[in-house]
């Protein structure tokens, strides 16, 4: 036997690589590829970049999320001569739990840094210069009992005043939230100290640059903060907001503010969409506006969402998005003239509803992000526009990709059954260590994202690598209700959740199928909102998918709905078009729980135990309601994780989990 035969059949049995005397892949069928990559791979040693900020001594600051250590948040420094170091020790976790989402949890001044610790949720003091020397700030429990919650910490630019949202979690009833403040020229335990109260809901604060004023966005009930928001500006002085000069400066309940940002000179700039406007009307969208003398008057007239807004010097650094594909731009709001930076990068993490953690402006004219590209790991880099120069400080994953083993996303554009449009994001399989059967197409794995009002992004993810390189295809949809599409996409989703995002996932499907790519074997996994939807699917269409995915998903919406927290009490309303008491039938219509006699398809779920977005209930009820019918399914409850599994073990152990459960089912039907 030659040694290049010897060679082809043991690749064909343990499905190794056939680099050696170019001997071609075996031909092999979809569903009996191998990985490139094993569950383990997908978390080995990954960290996500969040809430960069550049000091005004040079160094810069971010939160790692670091799977290898229980999820743990981690604020790391990197000085002026490129040395990086942890901060913080292995006792504590950078986090907050405001809103049960979080925002920023940290802010840096001069030598200190003040950090909410996850664990306890109190504010903490962190000397710079002797890191191990840390003093909390706030008490374990405020007064009343409740406890005392805070994030989107800023610092007054003497250093004495540290600003931020403020919430207590008290024992029944909604947490009330508030702005507050600490004396930070007080070295002890202080309790925080209300600066404005009255709406349901607040968030960034921002001292002006010399410090007299303050800036902060709030929204009330029903609304959610991109349905909602409206932009105020009061005097302060001596830690007390003069009430007396408190400015609505834009917003109502017909419009939304992304974000804002004060210059140098103290102008200040702001992002706002409008209800109601149509496609190709720029109030349809995110636009940039300036605010100077009781004056506002539009910066910029895109049919494309400016996401968010920051300083960088006289400049502002923001993210534009045109159908869900986000650019990076520093803009001179004066001229209107643009610089286009990072191109090589497709995204750049902004998804937070909270603020956006993937971006910072430095002051000797540097800027900071932290992108996302389809063809390798996120990146923290450095640029400096006026030389055209791109440094990667930190990649968020050591393990080597095989750039033959990428599969390349394509932008799929369909239109729905009701003429309208949706978007997607296709990835076909691949893997060098083998050719598929001549003339097969791959089965798909459907991806549906949370929120629901949140997007997809065609980013990099060792989780897409290990599900392409076993032989599926993905289809990364993103649905009516999705950011980055303008405001009338967004709201298309209200009063029609459980009816529209399943009709885009299944023309979707259909024009993959028209478009020859796909098999008829078809998959579906999804989180969160994500969850609801899969469950949704799979009672609704049963003969669309041969199974599904459904992590810390919904299967009864009234359950949800008597659950829910403070943040998102009144969103299904928004969703469904009313609430228990006035539209309790289209509660009950588009539970998946009710319509379980419909399911052909067997489910696997998911379930973190301290869930409080989606309470462990809303799993365990479809669970048990799957065993008493005799259902085929798998259920599994991680202790302690909360929304959105964090820990590693955790994390690998229900991807083996979903992906074993997925090959049973498909080989069955085989």
């Given amino acids: 036997m030659t040694k290049k035969l010897w060679l082809l059949i043991l690749s064909v049995y343990v499905g190794t690589e056939c680099f050696a005397l170019d001997v071609k892949p075996p031909i092999v069928s979809y569903l009996n590829w191998r990985p490139t990559l094993s569950a383990e791979d997908v978390f080995k040693n990954v960290v996500a970049f969040t809430y960069i900020q550049a000091s005004d001594k040079g160094d810069l600051f971010w939160v790692e999320q670091r799977p290898d250590e229980e999820g743990r948040c981690v604020l790391v420094q990197r000085d002026a001569r490129g040395i990086s170091k942890d901060l913080t020790p292995p006792s504590y976790s950078v986090r907050t739990r405001v809103y049960e989402y979080g925002g920023r949890p940290y802010v840096v001044k001069g030598s200190w840094v003040y950090f909410v610790n996850f664990k306890d949720q109190r504010i903490y003091r962190q000397n710079l210069q002797h890191p191990a020397e840390i003093l909390p700030l706030t008490p374990k429990l405020n007064t009343d009992g409740s406890l005392g919650k805070y994030m989107d910490l800023t610092v007054s630019p003497d250093g004495n005043w540290l600003v931020f949202v403020y919430e207590k979690e008290v024992k029944q009833g909604e947490n009330p939230d508030f702005l507050a403040i600490l004396n930070l020229k007080h070295h002890g335990i202080q309790a925080a100290r209300i600066l404005a ?48 000069t408190k400015v609505h400066i834009a917003g109502d309940e017909q419009s939304s503010i992304s974000s804002f940002a004060f210059l140098p000179n103290g102008e200040l700039y702001f992002a706002q969409d409008f209800a109601g406007k149509q496609e190709n009307d720029p109030q349809n969208f995110y636009n940039i506006y300036h605010y100077k003398n009781n004056k506002i008057t539009a910066v910029t007239q895109e049919l494309g969402d400016f996401q968010y807004i920051t300083s960088a010097g006289k400049d502002l650094l923001t993210i534009l998005e045109h159908h869900g594909q986000p650019k990076l731009l520093l803009l001179q709001p004066t001229s209107g003239m643009r610089t286009a930076l990072a191109a090589q990068y497709s995204d750049f993490g902004c998804l937070g509803f909270i603020t956006c953690g993937s971006l910072a402006g430095g002051a ?307």
Avoid at 209 to 225: A, C, F, I, K, S
Avoid at 392 to 421: C, I, N, W, Y
């Fill in 364 to 670: 000797a004219g540097q800027v900071y992000a932290v992108g996302f590209s389809p063809v390798q790991p996120s990146q923290l880099v450095e640029m400096i526009p006026t030389h055209y120069t791109t440094q990667v400080l930190k990649t968020s994953a050591a393990f080597k990709v095989d750039s033959k083993a990428l599969s390349k996303p394509m932008l799929v554009e369909f239109r729905t059954t009701d003429g309208q449009k949706s978007y997607g994001y296709f990835y076909p399989p691949a893997n060098p260590r083998y050719m598929p059967l001549s003339g097969e197409k791959p089965p798909v794995r459907v991806l549906v994202h949370g929120g629901p009002t949140s997007r997809t992004t065609d980013a990099f993810s060792f989780s897409k690598l290990f599900w392409t390189s076993q032989g599926f295809a993905i289809f990364d949809v993103n649905y009516r209700g999705s950011i980055g599409f303008g405001r009338q996409y967004r709201d298309a989703l209200k009063t029609k959740w459980g009816l529209l995002e399943i009709q885009d996932v299944k023309d979707g499907l259909t024009e993959l199928k028209r478009r020859e790519w796909i098999s008829d074997q078809a998959v579906v996994s999804g989180g969160s909102a994500g969850g609801y939807t899969v469950e949704r699917l799979l009672t609704y269409y049963p003969d669309l998918f041969a199974a599904g995915a459904s992590y810390y998903g919904v299967g009864n919406l009234i359950t949800l709905q008597k659950l829910v927290h403070k943040f998102e009490s009144h969103y299904l309303s928004q969703l469904v078009g009313g609430t228990l008491e006035t539209n309790l039938k289209e509660y009950h219509d588009r539970s998946p729980i009710y319509h379980l006699d419909q399911l052909k398809a067997p489910m696997i779920l998911f379930q973190g135990s301290d869930d409080k977005v989606v309470a462990p209930e809303n799993s365990r009820e479809i669970a048990r309601l799957l065993s008493a019918k005799g259902i085929e399914h798998e259920y599994y409850e991680y202790s302690g994780e909360a929304h959105g599994f964090r820990k590693k073990e955790n994390l690998v152990d229900s991807l083996e989990k979903e992906a074993q459960f997925f090959k049973k089912i498909l080989w069955s039907k085989e």
């Fill in 197 to 244: 109260q009255g709406a349901n809901f607040y968030k960034l604060p921002q001292f002006s640059p010399d410090g007299t004023q303050l800036g902060w966005l709030e929204w009330n009930h029903p609304y959610m903060p991109w349905d909602s928001t409206q932009l105020y500006l009061a005097s302060i002085a001596n830690g007390k907001l003069n009430q007396h």
